[in-house]
Nanobody, 118 residues
């Protein structure tokens, strides 16, 4: 079992930076692929960025060059550094943990709101 707690969301102006954190507990964090997803009002949840257990990463096209995902296995934490924020980045951001071993284990955080507005 993995518990995920996000933090770092808020209301910011366009162009500024924000860093989200997701603290994990309860299992072997380093074996999990970690991801950040977001869901804007009226839209489906979408993948923003993912970092695998080997630290390889992939990003949605809309955030490439602006967002960076990283993980600190010693602190059981994954981060999402968001730079040059745009109004279209406004959404609830969710942390996700996934591991496939015999079956797929997947967990979600409760979400943190990011609002980009002038």
């Amino acid at each position: 079992q993995v518990q995920l707690v996000e933090s770092g969301g808020g209301l910011v102006q366009p162009g500024v930076s924000l860093r989200l954190s997701c603290a994990a507990s309860g299992s072997i964090f380093r074996l999990y692929a970690m991801g950040w997803y977001r869901q804007a009002p009226g839209k489906q949840r979408e993948l923003v960025a993912r970092i695998d257990s080997d630290s390889s990463t992939n990003y949605a096209d809309s955030v490439k060059g602006r967002f960076t995902i990283s993980r600190d296995n010693a602190k059981n934490t994954v981060y999402l550094q968001m730079n040059s924020l745009k109004s279209e980045d406004t959404a609830v951001y969710y942390c996700n943990a996934r591991r496939t071993f015999m079956r797929t284990y997947e967990y979600w955080g409760q979400g943190t709101q990011v609002t980009v507005s002038s």
